[in-house]
């Protein structure tokens, strides 16, 4: 890609919820990436959630606000080529950076990341609300890769959210009353129009906030996954109170309403 998003492209995220992006991230923003990666492992930031699984095989490094405490992630959440993406999706005349999140799946982790949508887990609201999931290694079905739900971001159905397997660093959820419990997607695909794709590093899954996604464990016993994802703003978003939603990435200084932009919801890019 050279930076631009085709009208196919756009389309396509509009109508199904998600799309993948070939080689958005250079060589270059890769390797600071990697590095801010490996930083994390070795000296996990505040908010880490991580577990071993129970066969002992494998582990499962998360982590998100990475961009906060580490230079390098801030730089490329800011300056990185997501953000000017995320505005053509968008159509809007800014884009705030909401939070980044980091996904390790090391080889032979089989746990699987349950079927979820994310904006019930969020204190905000809007349409313009969009993640980007970075590749930095070579996935497949078989090593993780993200599978989506074709066309559920329309749903309109806000499901409850629950913890993420035995992970440290989250605690339960409140339960809201608007929200219904995800039903056994899993038992039932054949039921769901599932649609997923190959990533090489430097790809890129583009996804609506609404989209009812998941993955499986990593099989593979030779490959790590590792997956870092940036989640974007535009106009339409604001601050959302409403029970339910985490703990970390809320703010005092907020009222339900109230836009975005702050030190914790940075503005990050600006139509010219």
């Not at 991230?25 to 505040?46: F, H, K």
């Not at 080529?81 to 809007?92: E, M, N, T």
């Not at 499901?159 to 997607?185: A, C, L, M, W």
Request: with cysteine; net charge negative.
């Amino acid at each position: 890609m050279n930076g631009e998003i085709t009208a196919e492209q756009k389309a396509s995220c509009a109508a199904d919820g998600a799309v993948v992006l070939r080689n958005v991230i250079s060589e270059e923003w890769l390797s600071v990436v990697e590095a801010g990666i490996e930083r994390d492992i070795q000296n996990p930031g505040p908010y880490f959630h991580g577990y071993v699984p129970d066969n002992g095989i494998g582990k499962f490094h998360g982590n998100i606000r990475l961009w906060e405490t580490d230079p390098e992630m801030g730089r490329f959440c800011k300056e990185g080529p997501l953000a000017a993406l995320a505005a053509q999706f968008f159509d809007s005349s800014k884009v705030s950076l909401f939070y980044d999140q980091l996904f390790v799946k090391e080889a032979g982790t089989e746990n699987r990341t349950r079927w979820h949508n994310d904006l019930p887990y969020w204190p905000i609201r809007g349409q313009q609300i969009m993640s980007f999931w970075v590749a930095l290694d070579e996935v497949t079905i078989e090593s993780g890769g993200l599978e989506f739900i074709k066309g559920s971001h329309l749903w309109d159905i806000w499901y409850q959210p629950e913890t993420f397997g035995k992970t440290s660093g989250h605690g339960e959820y409140e339960r809201n009353p608007d929200y219904v419990d995800i039903p056994d997607i899993e038992a039932k695909k054949e039921d769901y129009d599932i649609i997923s794709w190959d990533l090489m590093p430097g790809d890129v899954y583009a996804f609506h906030a609404m989209t009812v996604h998941g993955s499986g464990g990593n099989l593979r016993p030779d490959v790590r996954r590792r997956g870092y994802t940036v989640r974007y703003c535009g106009d339409d978003a604001v601050y959302d109170s409403r029970k339910g939603t985490q703990s970390h990435l809320r703010s005092d200084l907020h009222e339900d309403g109230d836009q975005l932009d702050s030190l914790q919801y940075p503005l990050v890019w600006t139509k010219r």
